[in-house]
């Protein structure tokens, strides 16, 4: 039997070290992901690789009954187990009844409208990052008996410990188990989690069925995305087989082969599909579908009853005959839906044990590479659209290893919430099954609603588990989770979620005179529309990646000495909240270097702040509602004369509800003096200023207008999807994290003398535009722009009057005299300016007084 990780070890030099059973549970796949070109494929998880489904469920069972065996009858009865979406649900779920009497609940990337958050974190190497927890019983994590945490495989581990740490602040306890098929983690990660029991002071065991190592040559990711490419087929319907004309012989797996295997959808045309048989379930009342939003002993009990009447009416649907001349009995496939994979697992497991030759496997969101060869985990690939009306917007979904498995008959088991139209659609999962699969069976569980329950707040130290619960406040309950890319946003989801609501489809932009002359005669606020996105020419594009190129490393030390500045002064777990837009890619880097160089998974947030109107309220009720306000680092991209400082500090003094909150801003350049912490205090050309929203995950700045958001909502924004073919955002995020570790060394020498010094702000950046706004005859300090950042804005966004220069500026304002250029406005250089350049917005504007002709201006 040829092991299926051959193909990828042999190309990429990659190696599976460890327990002898090790190669009988995991292959080897490749994916599209930026972050881990390969993938570990199970055997016996029953996600990618259809299974027997007792192999599947008794290895989760089994994994169970030794957690019962280290915990002992006492503590088994108080564990509470925590199974990973969307891999780890029944594995999970199968460890709780092996524990026994253990509720179970499963992290969940669906957000379910009316059910509280109870805590969410991030996972960093998945295809899928955010996760929520949503437990219809408020107190279920609340207990002290043990917590078990189930995943797939235990790799780096910070998935893992990243859930102990968020937890442990809510629901501080003395144990913790982690159960995982295979422990695959690195002597420095092992090391890591020790030391982090220790820190936490709490045991934390580890169980799985075998452990070992991957070793990867350098260079593994580059060379594993050159051969995803190399050998990925375009999804078309060209790229299938076409089904055939009768039903087919079965397809062996193992059958030698080496070329890629279908990508796409197959093509339902050659052959009309028989019609899809759809199968009543008499699922039993206020059973859940799965673990969601909590499974208990009770649950369980119920279903257990009601699995033989389910059986009897799967198996009479699926009375199907093998094909003629098969020695062999017919083979059904059950296959879950993405999360939905307890309920199928049971389902499948009563079939095979009533004497059908079943297999089960379920589909995913995950985008896997398939190769038909025998030394490969993954032959063939379906392609289909999502039909669950996911939360982060439409996508393509996949089962693998379905096509060309010898199945007579399928089952695909949905819950309701995904029995929709484009399940049915010509497209469709049903319409992929049943181009490779003579017979298409449906069963739809119905999915599972919580009823209303009061939330839980955080609970001190020695305040009993009974006096826990409180009414949570109306409106932080209604509020929706935050937007994540690829819905909302150019960016990783895990690398920022955006406390905004989407106004994509609204029309908000005006010419930038009429806005100017609007926001000046006091009939409209800057907030209330948008400028008309700037397209760079191809010159100024060329400075943008001249400047980056020749500033990534200035920046990327900016970066890291103002994250090592909130690391030393905010003990804990800091959580950032990027002040929308310009502090959002200076969040993204912030919450890269902390996982790059202390291994971090920090929260980062985007909130929109508008100059007079304050902080967005409902956003920091949410930050509220899901961490402590005392945790919450504000980060914003660099100070001009400190207006949005004041503007934080105000709105945070002048409400009680916000107390908690600190108003210190950390930024990455403070020119004017206004902070206490800053990655440097240099007036310098920070290429995200050069652009608008191609720099910023196609995110437009924020909006606030009365029409469009109500008392209930977050501030507004858009996301420009048409302007992807000029985005690059992750261009420059990539560029500064690549010079990391060229300046480490640096940055903590810097630090450390930056954290005795004397950090009090001067406001002499204040003071400058004060002194200007009076000798240029502008008198209003709003109309002063300092810093090569605001004149960059001053320049894209309104109606420049004049720029003035630091005398013998160089690099740092070529972007400046370009645009300068390009609008007609002339640049004065001038002596005894604390910025490198200040841009001054044309005062008393009508349209007409345009460019830099001075009308209605008091010149000096």
């Known amino acids: 039997m040829v092991w299926t990780g051959t193909w990828v070890a042999e190309r990429l030099g990659v190696e599976l070290i460890g327990d002898e059973e090790l190669p009988a549970l995991l292959g080897l796949a490749l994916r599209r992901n930026p972050k881990r070109a390969h993938l570990l494929v199970s055997s016996v998880l029953g996600k990618h690789v259809p299974q027997h489904p007792s192999v599947v469920y008794g290895s989760g069972l089994g994994l169970g009954l030794r957690v019962r065996e280290l915990l002992g009858a006492e503590e088994a009865g108080r564990a509470v187990v925590l199974g990973y979406a969307e891999t780890a649900t029944a594995l999970g779920h199968a460890v709780a009844d092996g524990l026994g009497s253990a509720p179970y609940l499963h992290s969940t990337r669906r957000p379910v409208p009316g059910v509280a958050t109870a805590g969410g974190f991030e996972e960093s190497h998945s295809h899928a990052t955010s996760h929520l927890l949503l437990p219809e019983d408020p107190e279920l994590l609340a207990g002290k008996g043990p917590l078990v945490l189930v995943d797939d495989e235990f790799s780096t581990g910070n998935t893992v410990l990243n859930t102990i740490r968020g937890l442990h602040e809510r629901y501080p306890r003395d144990r913790y188990v982690v159960v995982a098929l295979v422990d695959m983690r690195a002597p420095a990660d092992r090391d890591r989690l020790t030391a982090f029991a220790a820190e936490l002071g709490a045991r934390v065991d580890l169980l799985s069925l075998a452990a070992g190592t991957v070793t990867l040559p350098d260079g593994v990711l580059a060379r594993g995305q050159e051969l995803v490419a190399r050998h ?22 193992d059958e030698p082969a080496a070329t890629p295997a279908p990508a796409g959808p197959a093509s339902p045309a050659a052959l009309p599909a028989p019609p899809v048989v759809r199968i009543p379930l008499d699922w039993p009342v206020e059973v859940p579908d799965g673990g969601r939003h909590g499974f208990t002993p009770g649950h369980r009990a119920r279903l257990e009853a009601a699995l033989p009447a389910m059986t009897e009416a799967l198996a009479e649907a699926l009375a199907v005959a093998a094909p003629d001349g098969a020695e062999r009995g017919p083979r059904v496939l059950v296959l879950g839906f993405e999360e939905l994979m307890y309920a199928p697992l049971r389902l499948a497991g009563a079939l095979e044990d009533a004497g059908l030759d079943v297999r089960y496997s379920t589909t995913t969101r995950s985008p896997v590479l398939a190769v038909d060869d025998p030394g490969y985990a993954i032959r063939t690939r379906l392609v289909f659209p999502a039909h ?269 509800e916000f107390a908690g909150f600190d108003p210190e801003i950390a930024v990455l350049a403070d020119p004017g003096s206004c902070v206490r912490t800053y990655g440097t205090r240099e007036d310098f050309l920070i290429p ?16 606030l207008r009365s029409d469009l958001v109500g008392a209930d909502d977050f501030h507004g924004a858009k996301f420009y999807r048409d302007l992807t073919g000029a985005d690059v955002s992750n261009t420059f995020l990539d560029a500064v994290e690549a010079r990391f570790d060229e300046v480490a060394d640096t940055v903590d020498t810097d630090v450390k003398d930056l954290l005795a010094a004397d950090r009090t702000p001067t406001w002499e950046g204040w003071a400058a535009v004060e002194r200007i706004s009076e000798e240029y005859g502008i008198h209003d300090v709003n109309l002063v722009k300092p810093g090569v950042g605001e004149t960059t804005r001053v320049l894209l966004r309104r109606v420049p009057w004049k720029i003035l220069a630091k005398r013998g500026a160089g690099a740092d304002l070529a972007h400046v005299r370009l645009l300068a250029e390009q609008r007609g406005v002339p640049v004065e250089e001038v002596d005894g300016l604390p910025y490198t350049c200040v841009g001054l917005i044309h005062p008393q504007y009508t349209r007409g007084a345009t460019g830099a002709d001075g009308k209605a201006v008091v010149t000096r």
Request: glycine letters at 6%; aromatic letters at 6%; charged letters at 20%.
């Open 232 to 253: 990925e087929t375009p999804p078309t319907p060209s790229t299938a087989p076409p089904a055939p004309s009768e039903p087919a012989a079965p397809t062996p797996l």
């Open 388 to 656: 669950d009306d996911p939360a982060d917007g439409p996508g393509d979904r996949y089962a693998y290893n379905v096509a060309g498995g010898g199945f007579d008959a399928v089952v695909a088991v949905v819950d309701s919430t995904a029995d929709t139209p484009e399940l049915h659609a010509p497209d469709g999962l049903l319409a992929q099954l049943a181009a490779h699969i003579p017979r298409v069976a449906l069963a739809v569980v119905p999915s599972y609603t919580p009823r209303p329950q009061r939330r839980p707040r955080p609970q001190a130290a020695m305040e009993p588990v009974a006096a826990t619960l409180t009414e949570a406040p109306e409106r932080s309950s209604m509020l929706p989770e935050p937007l994540r890319g690829p819905a909302f946003s150019s960016y990783a989801p895990e690398e920022v979620g955006w406390l905004l609501q989407d106004l994509s489809d609204v029309e908000l932009e005006a010419p930038t005179e009429e806005r100017e002359e609007a926001i000046q005669r006091g009939g409209a606020h800057y907030a209330e529309s948008l400028p008309v996105e700037y397209q760079p020419s191809a010159r100024y594009q060329e400075l943008f990646h001249s400047a980056l190129e020749s500033s990534a490393a200035r920046i990327a030390h900016a970066v890291g000495t103002v994250t090592e500045t909130v690391l030393a002064e905010r003990p804990g777990r800091p959580v950032l909240v990027s002040l929308a837009r310009a502090g959002t890619p200076v969040g993204v880097l912030m919450r890269r270097w902390a996982r790059h160089r202390h291994g971090l998974d920090l929260p980062h947030y985007a909130v929109s702040i508008v100059r007079g109107r304050g902080i967005d309220a409902n956003a920091l009720r949410w930050l509220a509602a899901h961490h402590d306000p005392a945790d919450v680092v504000f980060v914003d991209g660099w100070t001009g004369k400190g207006a949005i400082t004041r503007e934080l500090a105000a709105a945070l003094r002048e409400s009680e």
């Open 688 to 703: 995200s200023a050069c652009l608008n929203s191609t720099v910023s995950g196609l995110i437009s700045r924020t909006v």
